[in-house]
């Protein structure tokens, strides 16, 4: 799964892997058991939010696997080619 910040986001990289949007940039506890299901979370908010994905991934590393992935601008402005390079690149 990717874990991202808005549903456009989530809908982009659902061309390559589960989006999941967050809604903004908090990890509900609501959210943590849809995503336990996962073998792999990618943690890919937006570049402004880079502090809250590493809080993120150091409470759902617990949990799933989990790694950030960062990136320059929002997910939604990306082709599957290119979220599918982020993710094998970060695999």
């Known amino acids: 799964a990717i874990l991202v910040e808005d549903a456009a986001s989530a809908c982009a990289v659902s061309q390559v892997s589960t989006g999941v949007a967050l809604l903004g940039t908090n990890l509900k506890d609501a959210d943590l058991t849809p995503l336990r299901k996962y073998k792999h979370v990618y943690i890919c908010l937006d570049a402004d939010a880079t502090r809250k994905s590493l809080d993120i991934q150091k409470y759902l590393c617990y949990l799933?696997?989990?790694?950030?992935?960062?990136?320059?601008?929002?997910?939604?402005?990306?082709?599957?080619?290119?979220?599918k390079k982020l993710v094998s690149n970060n695999s």
């Open 64 to 83: 799933v696997p989990s790694n950030v992935i960062r990136i320059k601008d929002d997910l939604k402005y990306f082709g599957s080619q290119e979220i």
